[in-house]
């Protein structure tokens, strides 16, 4: 530092010395740098050893919490995802981070459990609660892997119910159903721990019967599950019968996988329903082809329709004390690549499939159609008896078919009589009565076919507006031997006032024991055959005398 100073004496000032003051700014400087330097240290020092703290107290708190939620996420299975939740930690219970992984466990939960109603959805009948078929294959597949590793066989049963149709369509879809979750049940109760009772859908039921091992085994046990089917159940006012056809697959006798024992045991089952109501049958290996002409003629069923190949063919009906040609009965016939098909080959397809019913439609509009043609061509024509399948009897459209085609091709209503079989009517007997008075009271007239071969009740019997009964071919085979149920149905017809037709004479024995006890009307191979209309015509109608002269010696 430098600085003068003058003398303020005189009028000029005057310079009496200077001042000069020299520092050392070094030593300054560098004591300066070293408490900057001994500052940034500690500094850095409080620093690094907060980063640390932090450091630890993150790990501890955030780092690692966050890391076990991690593996945790890692091991959660998409099949079962609340069974490895996130951990939580005390610590963090209450904080962010608790709040997240709370969230995220319940999320979890909740998809557990939309996941497992999907899977009930995709693995249960909505309608019974009974496993379906994907989980019916899957636990086949277990059973086979456990019976293959233990050598042990197992019975699969295939449960179709007898005229379920006929239920569904005349009570209605609702009580449809409750029959089924009804039958579901039943078949729950009688199997219990020897296997599981699966629906495929509709009528159709499995039953997978691990712990029936032997052929002898699985009969001792479908016939105690037919005692319990047969039961009567009652829905509201209706008491229905029910009645099954089971088909049984044993492993690994009959397939060695799921969908070969489901596939055997149907076929048995179609083996079964062919052969009666309330029937069972083990699978052959010769049912197979069966089971392919089957499935052939379901096919050209459906064409038959459209290609106009069904024919009628008429059996002449006669007045026994008479002999004179009264009426008739329309015989369905098949014709195809130029040969007749007979009607036990291709109607028991069509009434499982449901095509009966078009089928008898046709065979409605056909009869009226030649009713008409007779009345033009000969002014003349005798009643035709049609046969009404049980089907087609619970079809709702059945009675207003009948009577728009009578309407449509003018004709008289008593010229047309409906054939029906007594199990069609105890089907459900109040529908029964109710279509059955429409129809008479139009003017057509009633049959009870097949009588006696089914368990209607004589009581009801009373009830049912029907104009004729007929003996069965069965019971008229035996006469004059065995007389009995012939003549207490023609007792029954007198006391009630009915027509009795006896059908099936094929000799004049049986002729001529029903003409001595007053049997009015017969049919059979022993008058004629079933003829086409052409020649049914040429002999019965377009002589206008309807006898059977050709036949010498009867009358």
Same mark, same amino acid.
């Given at each position: 530092?430098?600085?003068?100073?003058?003398?303020?004496?005189?009028?000029?000032?005057?310079?009496?010395?200077?001042?000069?003051?020299?520092?050392?700014?070094?030593?300054?400087?560098?004591? !300066?740098?070293?408490? $900057?330097?001994?500052? +940034? %240290? &500690?500094?850095? =020092? #409080?620093? *690094?050893?907060?980063?640390?703290?932090?450091?630890?107290?993150?790990?501890?708190?955030?780092?690692?919490?966050?890391?076990?939620?991690?593996?945790?996420?890692?091991?959660?299975?998409?099949?079962?995802?609340?069974?490895?939740?996130?951990?939580?930690?005390?610590?963090?219970?209450?904080?962010?981070?608790?709040?997240?992984?709370?969230?995220?466990?319940?999320?979890?939960?909740?998809?557990?459990?939309?996941?497992?109603?999907?899977?009930?959805?995709?693995?249960?009948?909505?309608?019974?609660?009974?496993?379906?078929?994907?989980?019916?294959?899957?636990?086949?597949?277990?059973?086979?892997?456990?019976?293959?590793?233990?050598?042990?066989?197992?019975?699969?049963?295939?449960?179709?119910?007898?005229?379920?149709?006929?239920?569904?369509?005349? !009570?209605?879809?609702? $009580?449809?159903?409750? +029959? %089924? &979750?009804?039958? =579901? #049940?039943? *078949?729950?109760?009688?199997?219990?721990?020897?296997?599981?009772?699966?629906?495929?859908?509709?009528?159709?039921?499995?039953?997978?019967?691990?712990?029936?091992?032997?052929?002898?085994?699985?009969?001792?046990?479908?016939?105690?599950?037919?005692?319990?089917?047969?039961?009567?159940?009652?829905?509201?006012?209706?008491?229905?019968?029910?009645?099954?056809?089971?088909?049984?697959?044993?492993?690994?006798?009959?397939?060695?996988?799921?969908?070969?024992?489901?596939?055997?045991?149907?076929?048995?089952?179609?083996?079964?329903?062919?052969?009666?109501?309330?029937?069972?049958?083990?699978?052959?290996?010769?049912?197979?082809?069966?089971?392919?002409?089957?499935?052939?003629?379901?096919?050209?069923?459906?064409?038959?329709?459209?290609?106009?190949?069904?024919?009628?063919?008429?059996?002449?009906?006669?007045?026994?004390?008479?002999?004179?040609?009264?009426?008739?009965?329309?015989?369905?016939?098949?014709?195809?690549?130029?040969?007749?098909?007979?009607?036990?080959?291709?109607?028991?397809?069509?009434?499982?499939?449901?095509?009966?019913?078009?089928?008898?439609?046709?065979?409605?509009?056909?009869?009226?159609?030649?009713?008409?043609?007779?009345?033009?061509?000969?002014?003349?024509?005798?009643?035709?008896?049609?046969?009404?399948?049980?089907?087609?009897?619970?079809?709702?459209?059945?009675?207003?078919?009948?009577?728009?085609?009578?309407?449509?091709?003018?004709?008289?209503?008593?010229?047309?009589?409906?054939?029906?079989?007594?199990?069609?009517?105890?089907?459900?007997?109040?529908?029964?009565?109710?279509?059955?008075?429409?129809?008479?009271?139009?003017?057509?007239?009633?049959?009870?076919?097949?009588?006696?071969?089914?368990?209607?009740?004589?009581?009801?019997?009373?009830?049912?507006?029907?104009?004729?009964?007929?003996?069965?071919?069965?019971?008229?085979?035996?006469?004059?031997?065995?007389?009995?149920?012939?003549?207490?149905?023609?007792?029954?017809?007198?006391?009630?006032?009915?027509?009795?037709?006896?059908?099936?004479?094929?000799?004049?024995?049986?002729?001529?024991?029903?003409?001595?006890?007053?049997?009015?009307?017969?049919?059979?191979?022993?008058?004629?055959?079933?003829?086409?209309?052409?020649?049914?015509?040429?002999?019965?109608?377009?002589?206008?005398?309807?006898?059977?002269?050709?036949?010498?010696?009867?009358?």
């Amino acid at each position: 530092m430098y600085r003068p100073f003058y003398f303020e004496g005189t009028q000029k000032q005057q310079l009496i010395g200077t001042l000069t003051i020299f520092y050392d700014t070094q030593e300054l400087t560098n004591t !300066l740098f070293s408490q $900057l330097k001994l500052g +940034f %240290l &500690a500094t850095l =020092a #409080r620093a *690094l050893l907060l980063t640390l703290v932090l450091s630890v107290v993150f790990h501890r708190f955030l780092t690692q919490p966050i890391a076990r939620i991690s593996e945790a996420i890692d091991k959660i299975e998409p099949d079962s995802p609340d069974e490895n939740l996130l951990p939580m930690s005390n610590a963090h219970k209450d904080d962010e981070l608790g709040l997240v992984t709370s969230k995220f466990n319940q999320i979890l939960i909740q998809f557990s459990q939309t996941q497992s109603k999907l899977r009930k959805m995709a693995t249960r009948d909505p309608l019974t609660g009974l496993p379906n078929r994907t989980l019916l294959l899957e636990t086949i597949a277990v059973t086979i892997q456990r019976a293959r590793v233990h050598k042990r066989s197992f019975a699969l049963m295939f449960i179709d119910l007898d005229r379920f149709k006929n239920i569904n369509d005349s !009570l209605g879809h609702a $009580l449809g159903d409750q +029959f %089924l &979750a009804r039958i =579901a #049940r039943i *078949l729950e109760r009688v199997v219990g721990d020897k296997g599981t009772v699966s629906r495929l859908g509709g009528d159709e039921f499995v039953i997978l019967a691990d712990a029936v091992q032997s052929p002898d085994q699985a009969a001792d046990f479908v016939d105690k599950l037919l005692v319990q089917l047969n039961v009567p159940i009652q829905l509201n006012e209706h008491a229905i019968h029910p009645a099954a056809s089971i088909g049984i697959s044993i492993y690994p006798e009959d397939g060695n996988s799921a969908e070969d024992l489901i596939r055997h045991a149907d076929i048995a089952m179609y083996s079964a329903k062919a052969a009666g109501s309330n029937q069972w049958a083990f699978f052959k290996q010769q049912m197979t082809e069966r089971a392919a002409v089957r499935l052939r003629t379901e096919a050209s069923l459906h064409d038959a329709l459209k290609n106009n190949e069904f024919l009628l063919y008429f059996q002449p009906k006669l007045d026994l004390q008479t002999g004179k040609v009264i009426a008739c009965e329309a015989l369905i016939r098949w014709q195809k690549d130029g040969r007749l098909i007979s009607p036990m080959s291709f109607i028991p397809v069509a009434e499982e499939t449901g095509i009966i019913i078009p089928i008898g439609r046709w065979v409605i509009e056909q009869s009226c159609k030649t009713l008409r043609e007779w009345q033009k061509k000969y002014n003349y024509a005798i009643p035709i008896a049609i046969n009404v399948a049980s089907q087609q009897f619970a079809d709702a459209s059945l009675v207003s078919d009948i009577k728009q085609m009578a309407l449509r091709y003018q004709i008289q209503p008593d010229l047309l009589e409906i054939e029906i079989t007594e199990t069609s009517l105890m089907n459900d007997i109040e529908q029964a009565i109710n279509k059955l008075e429409q129809l008479k009271s139009a003017g057509f007239g009633i049959a009870v076919d097949d009588f006696g071969t089914g368990y209607s009740s004589l009581s009801y019997l009373r009830h049912l507006p029907i104009t004729t009964m007929k003996i069965d071919r069965c019971f008229v085979s035996d006469l004059p031997c065995d007389s009995a149920i012939a003549s207490t149905i023609l007792m029954l017809g007198k006391q009630l006032n009915l027509t009795i037709v006896a059908e099936g004479i094929e000799n004049e024995l049986q002729l001529d024991w029903l003409k001595e006890n007053r049997c009015q009307i017969g049919q059979g191979f022993y008058f004629s055959q079933p003829l086409p209309q052409a020649d049914f015509e040429a002999l019965y109608i377009s002589s206008q005398t309807a006898s059977l002269a050709h036949i010498d010696g009867k009358w």
